[in-house]
């Protein structure tokens, strides 16, 4: 796919590959300035100038971010923050060569070195100076805005009725990789991968360390107190209450106090979920009756779906439940 964009009497061209095979080329008029070697939508592989010359290759862990890259033929480290953010950059000694800030929405504040390029931005995406844009699988994002350039690709099914909306506005604790749906940021496996300075440490320690306590009470905490039903320990009228995630396709099945209603798609996987408000000590948007959406997820090895965020009903969804 080819997107243009007018600039200053240039022409932008932009490439888009989904294969390992293929690369994305920018241009700038007729001349290709710099190519992507992708593999899939979101793992930068290595970077070409239009020569193809290598100029930056890239080395992964466990995580979507690599850990490693090298450069001008030396191997360089990469830090991130809690949401995928390139916060820092350390030579093979454990020396910091680049250190960037950000604001909350992906403005670059302080870069100490703005010659020294690095194409990972905000949250991991792949920055683009030309437009000011950040590159995440479908669509791009414009951090001075706060918002996706383009509609949702998959609508509503996306889990936010603001279909520009970037990460249902808390872009601190949520990430969206592929432009679609919102996800958990999994932090650990690459937050440290060199021995930095004891103050790079400390900051980046920090900032992990109070990420990782958010997602652990949002995601183990509040959902064991409120709607995990299924937890061991909880062995009350929340249990026998609960309702299975698979059921007979195109069905909605609601538990016995009528506390919780689940919708089944074609395939048999729970759609979405209508659950009776908490109350008011509950999370942010389960106080009052609210749905949960489930997205499905390729890599879950029987194919169950992400449980999304509760979220208040449109207008005529609850039709959808029985209502």
Not at 189 to 198: G, M, T, V, Y
Not at 287 to 315: A, K, L, S, V, Y
Request: glycine share 12%; hydrophobic share 35%; proline share 9%.
């Amino acid at each position: 796919m080819i997107s243009e964009l007018q600039k200053g009497g240039l022409k932008i061209f932009s490439r888009l590959s989904f294969f390992i095979t293929a690369a994305l080329p920018k241009r700038l008029t007729a001349q290709i300035t710099e190519k992507y070697l992708w593999s899939g939508l979101t793992t930068l592989l290595a970077v070409y100038d239009g020569s193809d010359n290598l100029l930056m290759r890239f080395e992964y862990a466990a995580g979507r971010t690599p850990v490693a890259m090298t450069k001008g033929g030396q191997r360089y480290y990469l830090a991130y923050d809690q949401v995928g953010t390139l916060r820092a950059v350390t030579d093979a000694s454990g020396n910091t060569v680049k250190r960037v800030g950000y604001d909350t929405f992906g403005n670059v504040l302080t870069d100490s070195d703005p010659l020294f390029e690095v194409p990972f931005g905000f949250a991991g995406g792949l920055y683009d100076e030309d437009t000011g844009l950040i590159r995440f699988g479908y669509r791009d994002y414009d951090p001075n805005a706060g918002r996706w350039t383009a509609k949702d690709p998959i609508g509503f099914a996306g889990g936010d009725t603001d279909l520009y909306g970037y990460c249902l506005g808390d872009p601190v604790n949520w990430v969206d990789p592929k432009g679609l749906t919102i996800s958990i940021p999994l932090p650990i496996p690459n937050i440290l991968p060199f021995p930095p300075s004891p103050a790079l440490a400390g900051a980046i320690a920090f900032g992990a360390g109070w990420a990782i306590g958010t997602w652990i009470n949002d995601n183990y905490i509040s959902p064991w107190l409120w709607e995990k039903e299924s937890a061991p320990c909880l062995k009350s009228k929340r249990r026998k209450n609960r309702i299975p995630d698979r059921g007979t396709p195109g069905t909605v099945k609601k538990n016995g106090p009528d506390t919780t209603r689940k919708k089944y798609g074609d395939d048999g996987w729970v759609e979405k979920e209508w659950n009776e408000g908490h109350g008011p000590d509950a999370p942010a948007g389960e106080q009052n009756d609210h749905i949960h959406d489930h997205i499905p997820n390729p890599f879950h090895p029987e194919g169950r779906p992400n449980r999304q965020p509760g979220r208040e009903p449109r207008p005529g969804e609850l039709t959808d439940f029985g209502f």
